[in-house]
C-alpha cells in the first residue's frame, strides 16, 4: 500500500523526537512533543518554540513578461491576485506582507493567507504567497487560472517553512539570520544561511513576536537541529499551536471562517480594501457592504467559558434566557489563563464585551460572556 | 486492581469498586485540566458514560468498566484535574460504584494481562 499521508522534510527529526503524530491537511505531522501541549504552549509564551509548518502551501506568483520597470511590474503582479483576494497588494512596499483572503464569488472566505512583495528591485514582479494546508490544491489552482496567461504560480511547499515564535525567538533567530533583527512584523526578505537563499518573515500564528522560515529541504534539518540545540528553543506540535492561535483571537480557516462567512461576519474588516469595495470592485462587494452598514446577521466574537468543561466547535451558545443564538467555531483550554476560552458566531446585538451568555457543553447549559479579542494580548514587534 | 481494554482500573472492596484510568491513559490523555464526574446515585451498565475528561486539545469519554450505582465521586478532581496525571491509579480516582453484580469483575483483566495487551498497542 502506498503512503497515505504526505510527510514534510522533517519528518524523521519529529520521530526522532518523540512526537505523536497525527494526519493534519493531508500530512502526517507531530500534534505534540513529550513535553505535551500544555508546556509546549507556555513554553512558547514563555521563552521560543519552533514550529513544523512546511504542510502550508507557500508558493511564488511571478510574472510571465517584466517590463524591467519594478513598481509597473509590482502593480502588475498586484493586478493578477487582486480580482481574487479581499485585500490591496499592489500598495504593499517592498518587503512588506499583508494576511488577506482568498474570497469565492459572494465573498464567501475560500482560505485566508498571506501575500508578501519583495525587497529588492530586481525581483519585482514576484509576490510570495503562504495559504493554509488544507486548502492548497484548490487555492494553487484557483490562483493559477485566475494568473492564467500573465503570470505563473511556481509551488515552493517541497521546501520546509518552519515558524519561531515567542518572546526569545528574535534573539534565537538573530543567531542564524543577522539581518533578521531589522525587521518589522509583517516584514520579510530573502537572506542567505550557509549558502542558502531562505525566505524570513517577521509574522507567525500565535501572537508573539518571531518569524516564519522557507528554507530548501536538503538543509532544512541541520537548521531545525542547530535551532532545537539552542536551550531557548523547543519543539512545539500542531495542539499548542492551535491553543496559542486561539488566545491570540485569530481565525482558523475551516472552522472560524469557511466559504459560508464574509469577511465582516469574520470580523476580519480590516482585510477588506475600501476603495475596491465602495467601487462595487470586490467579490461579494454589494453583501459587505450591506453587512458593513448593519445588515448583519451574525459576527466571530472571543467567548470566555466562566464555569464547568471547555465548550469546543460545535457547541451550542445561547443568551441569557436560554434560546439558542449561535455556536462554536473553536474552543479549549487557555494554558495562560488556566481557564476554558472559545471562538464563536452570535448576532451583533449579542457581541459586546462583557455580555452575558451560556454555552450548552454536553446539554449542560453554563456561564460565559463574550471577551474582547485577543485573549492574551499580542506581542508583535513593529518598530525596531 | 482490573483492567480493561478501554484503560479503565476496578478496585474492588466488598460490594464497592474504585474506578480510574490507567497510567497509560494518563499518559494518552495528555494534561488533564476538566473532569466531569457523574452524580452520586446514578446507575450505571458497563459501557456506560461515566465521566469526561478533557486536555487542552480534546475531550475523552470514561466509560463504566462494570455496572453498578455510584456511591462516591472524587471531588478533588473537580479543583486539582491534574491529579489523573499525578497520581493516575491512586489518589486521580474518579468513582466508587456499590456493585450489582461482584462477581462480573473477574471478567477483566489482571495487571499481568493488561501489560501483555498494552504490548500489542
Known sequence: ?384 | MRFTKDHEWVEVAGDVATIGVTAYAAEQLGDVVFVELPQVGKTVKVGDNLAVVESVKAASDVYAPIGGEVVAVNEVLTSEPETVNAEPEAAGWFARLKLSDPGAVDALMDRHQYDAFLETL
Open chain 1, 1 to 384: 500500500m502506498s503512503q497515505p499521508f504526505k510527510r514534510t522534510p522533517l519528518y524523521e527529526a519529529h520521530v526522532a523526537a518523540g512526537a505523536r503524530l497525527v494526519e493534519f491537511g493531508g500530512y502526517e505531522m507531530p500534534v505534540q512533543y513529550r513535553d505535551g501541549v500544555l508546556k509546549e504552549h507556555l513554553w512558547t509564551r514563555a521563552h521560543a518554540g519552533a514550529f513544523d509548518v512546511s504542510h502550508m502551501g507557500p508558493a511564488f506568483l511571478t510574472l510571465d513578461r517584466k517590463s524591467g520597470d519594478a513598481d509597473a511590474d509590482h502593480r502588475a503582479v498586484a493586478a493578477v491576485i487582486e480580482p481574487l483576494i479581499s485585500g490591496d497588494i499592489a500598495s504593499l512596499k517592498p518587503g512588506q506582507i499583508r494576511y488577506t483572503l482568498l474570497l469565492n464569488e459572494d465573498g464567501g472566505i475560500v482560505d485566508d493567507l498571506m501575500i508578501g512583495r519583495p525587497v529588492w528591485p530586481s525581483r519585482q514582479g514576484m509576490l510570495y504567497i503562504v495559504v493554509n494546508a488544507g486548502a492548497k490544491e484548490g487555492d494553487f489552482a484557483r490562483i493559477q487560472r485566475g494568473a492564467s496567461g500573465v503570470a505563473t504560480l511556481a509551488r515552493a511547499d517541497d521546501r520546509a517553512l518552519i515558524a519561531v515564535q515567542g518572546p526569545d525567538a528574535a534573539g534565537v533567530v538573530a543567531g542564524f539570520f543577522p539581518e533578521a533583527a531589522e525587521l518589522t512584523f509583517m516584514t520579510h526578505r530573502r537572506i542567505d544561511h550557509a549558502g542558502e537563499g531562505c525566505v524570513v518573515a517577521r509574522c507567525g500564528y500565535t501572537g508573539e513576536d518571531g518569524y516564519e522560515i522557507l528554507i530548501r529541504a536538503p538543509a532544512c534539518v541541520d537548521f531545525w537541529d542547530r535551532l532545537l540545540a539552542d536551550e531557548r528553543v523547543r519543539p512545539i506540535g500542531l495542539g499548542a499551536r492551535d491553543s496559542l492561535r486561539l488566545e491570540a483571537g485569530l481565525p482558523l480557516h475551516g472552522h472560524d471562517i469557511d466559504e459560508t462567512t464574509s469577511a465582516v461576519e469574520g470580523d476580519l474588516s480590516f482585510a477588506i480594501a475600501k476603495p475596491r469595495l465602495k467601487a462595487g470592485r470586490l467579490r461579494g462587494s454589494e453583501r459587505m457592504a450591506r453587512e458593513l452598514a448593519g445588515d448583519l446577521s451574525r459576527v466571530r466574537v472571543g467567548l470566555r467559558v466562566l464555569e464547568g468543561a471547555p465548550a469546543r466547535e460545535g457547541a451550542q451558545i445561547a443568551a441569557a434566557d436560554g434560546a439558542v443564538v449561535g455556536r462554536v467555531t473553536s474552543g479549549g483550554f487557555s494554558p495562560s489563563l488556566g481557564a476554558p476560552i472559545a471562538m464563536g458566531f452570535v448576532p451583533p446585538a449579542l457581541a459586546e464585551p462583557g455580555t452575558a451568555l451560556k454555552v450548552i457543553v454536553r446539554g449542560k447549559p453554563q456561564a460565559a460572556e463574550v471577551a474582547g479579542l485577543p485573549f492574551v494580548p499580542h506581542r508583535y514587534v513593529r518598530k525596531v
